[in-house]
C-alpha cells in the first residue's frame, strides 16, 4: 500500500511538472529591428549607455531612464517597448535623437538632498549630464524618456530643471494622489479606488520611503504638486493603462489635466490595458518632430 501512494505520488508530481511546462509560454513575442550601436561606461556613482542609430542621429539627445530592476541595457531589448521604437523609426525612415540610459542601479528616486538615507539622486544626475556630455558633446537640445519608476524620475528632472528639457515622454509614471505618509484608512481607500494591487502599494510606500523622509519632502518631490511652479514649460506626454495594477491612471489623469490647465503643451494618451501599456506610434513621433 505505501509503495502504490509512493508511485502515485510521484507520478502525479511528474505529471504536474509536464502539465506545467507544457501550458507556459514556450518564447517570447520578439521585436524585429536593426539594434543600435552601444557604448557603456561604469563610473563611480553610475553606469550608462550610448546608442546611436545605425542608419543615422539627428542633434537632440534622449535620456533614457529606465523602470524599477531594469538596467541602462534595456533600450536594445528585442522583447521591450524600446526596440518597438526603434523599429517605428526604421520603418519611417527618421533619424532619431542619440540615446543615453542612465542608471543607477535597480530602484532610485531622484529626490533633492533631504533626510532621508537614499536622498540627493537628483543632484547626482544633474552632475551626470555634465559628465557624459563633456565626453559625446552638448546636444541640441535634450528630451526625457522614462517608464514606470523611470517615468516618475524623468516629471521629478525635468520639473527641477526644465530650462535644460525641451520635451518629457513619462510612461506609466508612479503618481499617486496620496503620499506614502497618508494614514492606513486613506492608503486603503486609494487601492478600492483605483484597483491596484495591495502587494505593489505597499512596496511602493516602502520603497518611496528610503528617498523622501516625510510628508513634507514629498510635497516638494511630487510632479503633482511640483508642476505649478515649472518655467519654462517643457512639452509633456503623458500615459497609462486603465488598468495598471500599480494604481497610476488616477494621478497621470490628474498630471495631465493640470499640465493642461497651465498652459504645458500636453498630449495624453490613456490606454485600454495595464501596467506600461503604450502607444509607440504616437510616441515614436513625439520623441522626433
Given at each position: 500500500?505505501?509503495?502504490?501512494?509512493?508511485?502515485?505520488?510521484?507520478?502525479?508530481?511528474?505529471?504536474?511538472?509536464?502539465?506545467?511546462?507544457?501550458?507556459?509560454?514556450?518564447?517570447?513575442?520578439?521585436?524585429?529591428?536593426?539594434?543600435?550601436?552601444?557604448?557603456?561606461?561604469?563610473?563611480?556613482?553610475?553606469?550608462?549607455?550610448?546608442?546611436?542609430?545605425?542608419?543615422?542621429?539627428?542633434?537632440?539627445?534622449?535620456?533614457?531612464?529606465?523602470?524599477?530592476?531594469?538596467?541602462?541595457?534595456?533600450w536594445n531589448d528585442d522583447t521591450y517597448?524600446?526596440?518597438?521604437?526603434?523599429?517605428?523609426?526604421?520603418?519611417?525612415?527618421?533619424?532619431?535623437?542619440?540615446?543615453?540610459?542612465?542608471?543607477?542601479?535597480?530602484?532610485?528616486?531622484?529626490?533633492?538632498?533631504?533626510?532621508?538615507?537614499?536622498?540627493?539622486?537628483?543632484?547626482?544626475?544633474?552632475?551626470?549630464?555634465?559628465?557624459?556630455?563633456?565626453?559625446?558633446?552638448?546636444?541640441?537640445?535634450?528630451?526625457?524618456?522614462?517608464?514606470?519608476?523611470?517615468?516618475?524620475?524623468?516629471?521629478?528632472?525635468?520639473?527641477?530643471?526644465?530650462?535644460?528639457?525641451?520635451?518629457?515622454?513619462?510612461?506609466?509614471?508612479?503618481?499617486?494622489?496620496?503620499?506614502?505618509?497618508?494614514?492606513?484608512?486613506?492608503?486603503?481607500?486609494?487601492?478600492?479606488?483605483?484597483?491596484?494591487?495591495?502587494?505593489?502599494?505597499?512596496?511602493?510606500?516602502?520603497?518611496?520611503?528610503?528617498?523622501?523622509?516625510?510628508?513634507?519632502?514629498?510635497?516638494?518631490?511630487?510632479?503633482?504638486?511640483?508642476?505649478?511652479?515649472?518655467?519654462?514649460?517643457?512639452?509633456?506626454?503623458?500615459?497609462?493603462?486603465?488598468?495598471?495594477?500599480?494604481?497610476?491612471?488616477?494621478?497621470?489623469?490628474?498630471?495631465?489635466?493640470?499640465?493642461?490647465?497651465?498652459?504645458?503643451?500636453?498630449?495624453?494618451?490613456?490606454?485600454?490595458?495595464?501596467?506600461?501599456?503604450?502607444?509607440?506610434?504616437?510616441?515614436?513621433?513625439?520623441?522626433?518632430?
Open positions: 500500500m505505501k509503495k502504490k501512494l509512493i508511485l502515485l505520488t510521484v507520478c502525479l508530481l511528474v505529471g504536474y511538472s509536464a502539465w506545467a511546462k507544457l501550458t507556459s509560454p514556450w518564447g517570447d513575442q520578439k521585436v524585429v529591428f536593426t539594434p543600435a550601436e552601444k557604448v557603456c561606461e561604469t563610473l563611480p556613482n553610475f553606469k550608462y549607455c550610448t546608442y546611436s542609430a545605425v542608419h543615422g542621429v539627428n542633434d537632440d539627445l534622449i535620456y533614457h531612464l529606465h523602470g524599477r530592476n531594469l538596467d541602462e541595457n534595456s517597448f524600446t526596440a518597438m521604437l526603434q523599429n517605428s523609426w526604421q520603418r519611417a525612415g527618421v533619424k532619431p535623437p542619440k540615446v543615453v540610459s542612465i542608471s543607477f542601479g535597480p530602484i532610485w528616486l531622484l529626490a533633492k538632498k533631504g533626510q532621508a538615507e537614499k536622498s540627493g539622486l537628483l543632484e547626482e544626475f544633474l552632475r551626470a549630464i555634465q559628465t557624459v556630455e563633456s565626453k559625446i558633446g552638448k546636444p541640441r537640445s535634450r528630451i526625457l524618456v522614462g517608464e514606470s519608476m523611470g517615468g516618475l524620475n524623468v516629471l521629478t528632472l525635468g520639473f527641477a530643471a526644465p530650462a535644460q528639457f525641451s520635451k518629457i515622454a513619462s510612461l506609466c509614471p508612479g503618481l499617486y494622489l496620496d503620499s506614502p505618509f497618508s494614514s492606513m484608512e486613506t492608503l486603503k481607500k486609494a487601492i478600492e479606488r483605483t484597483g491596484a494591487d495591495p502587494k505593489i502599494v505597499y512596496g511602493v510606500v516602502q520603497m518611496s520611503k528610503q528617498f523622501v523622509a516625510n510628508e513634507q519632502e514629498w510635497l516638494a518631490f511630487s510632479p503633482l504638486e511640483t508642476i505649478a511652479s515649472v518655467d519654462p514649460k517643457p512639452e509633456l506626454y503623458l500615459s497609462c493603462g486603465l488598468y495598471d495594477a500599480y494604481g497610476n491612471f488616477e494621478g497621470s489623469e490628474a498630471l495631465a489635466s493640470k499640465a493642461l490647465h497651465l498652459g504645458f503643451k500636453t498630449e495624453w494618451h490613456p490606454l485600454y490595458g495595464g501596467h506600461c501599456a503604450i502607444d509607440v506610434s504616437s510616441l515614436s513621433a513625439f520623441l522626433t518632430k
